[in-house]
């Protein structure tokens, strides 16, 4: 079910929809949500999940437009439906180096399952981005590297404005 927000909410939003594909770890879409709100990110899609505890981030509970779907093929037409251009974070040797990367208009990006990462069939329909690593673990967490890229993504194309500080918050 599609989130529906008023024209002031669009207007402080910027064009990136984010995506997570079947992850399992509730810590791992609250991080995902509680950073989607603070970059001011239009849509949350959260596929294959059917509860989640919002317990860890009632500040962005109903602030952030969250879009939930069953499956991959229903993920494909909505994205289809939105004219959105999938970007995937993968580890891949085809993957483009975050650094170096242009996103295209209206793009989503997506990350995949904790363990099993992302469908074969999503991947090949993505322009893939990787996240370069120079230490010694395999990957990053799941949360840590979206946010990673929605900040990449803010850092290139960003028109809405910071918000201001009082008080060691924003406001």
């Known amino acids: 079910m599609e989130h529906q927000y008023s024209l002031q909410e669009r207007r402080r939003l910027h064009n990136l929809a984010i995506a997570t594909m079947y992850l399992e770890k509730d810590v791992n879409i609250g991080g995902i949500i509680r950073t989607a709100n603070a ?3 239009k849509e949350v ?5 059917r509860k989640f505890d919002w317990t860890g981030i ?4 109903g602030k952030t437009p969250v879009t939930r779907l069953r499956t991959l093929d229903e993920f494909l037409e909505y994205v289809d439906q939105k004219s959105y251009n999938l970007c995937a974070l993968e580890i891949s040797p085809n993957a483009t180096n975050i650094f170096d990367f ?10 995949g399952n904790e363990g099993r990462g992302m469908p074969e069939k999503l ?3 993505s322009e893939l981005i990787k996240l370069p ?9 799941v949360a840590t590297s979206l946010a990673i890229a929605i900040y ?3 850092r290139k194309n960003a ?13």
């Open 123 to 125: 991947l090949e329909r």
């Open 39 to 41: 970059a001011a990110v």
């Open 152 to 154: 990449d993504w803010i």
């Open 159 to 171: 028109i809405l404005p910071e918000r201001k500080i009082r008080d060691y918050k924003f406001i």
């Open 102 to 111: 242009k996103y295209p208009e209206n793009p989503v990006l997506v990350v």
């Open 58 to 61: 009632t500040s962005a509970k």
């Open 45 to 49: 899609i959260i596929v294959g999940r």
């Open 133 to 141: 690593q120079y230490g010694d673990v395999e990957c990053l967490n």
